[in-house]
């Protein structure tokens, strides 16, 4: 079972190589990462082991959660969650092109947005 999480969750400081920390430190945008509470955490009559939401890190590599999050039951639930996020939040390159007018550009939840027109091709074609 998985839920929305209703908290906001800060990391204590976690050490990492020298690479990774200045990697995690550059990015603009929060990164999504999964992990096992160290205490189950109680929400709404059921008990969760797992998180998973997006982070950004102090210069003390202490991770302060930017963005809505999700409980999880199991490592499985977890990591498909993850997955999921992970891609929702990629950029993608993106050309339009047609007749007199073409654009390139950046574009995130393109994933979410090609399900959304192949939903609606979907209700008119029935």
């Not at 209703?6 to 990774?20: A, S």
């Not at 302060?64 to 997955?83: P, R, S, V, Y």
Request: overall charge positive; aromatic content about 10%.
């Amino acid at each position: 079972m998985k839920a929305a999480l209703k908290t906001e969750i800060w990391v204590q400081p976690i050490n990492v190589p020298d690479e990774i920390r200045l990697e995690l430190l550059q990015d603009t945008e929060p990164n999504y990462f999964w992990f096992k509470l160290t205490k189950p955490h109680r929400q709404d009559g059921n008990v969760f082991s797992y998180v998973v939401a997006p982070f950004k890190f102090t210069d003390e590599m202490k991770g302060i959660q930017k963005g809505a999050g999700a409980l999880c039951q199991t490592e499985a639930e977890a990591k498909e969650t993850f997955e999921n996020l992970k891609e929702r939040g990629k950029k993608h390159l993106v050309a339009v092109q047609t007749a007199g007018f073409g654009i390139v550009g950046w574009a995130k939840n393109l994933r979410r947005f090609v399900n959304e027109i192949g939903r609606a091709s979907c209700r008119e074609r029935v």
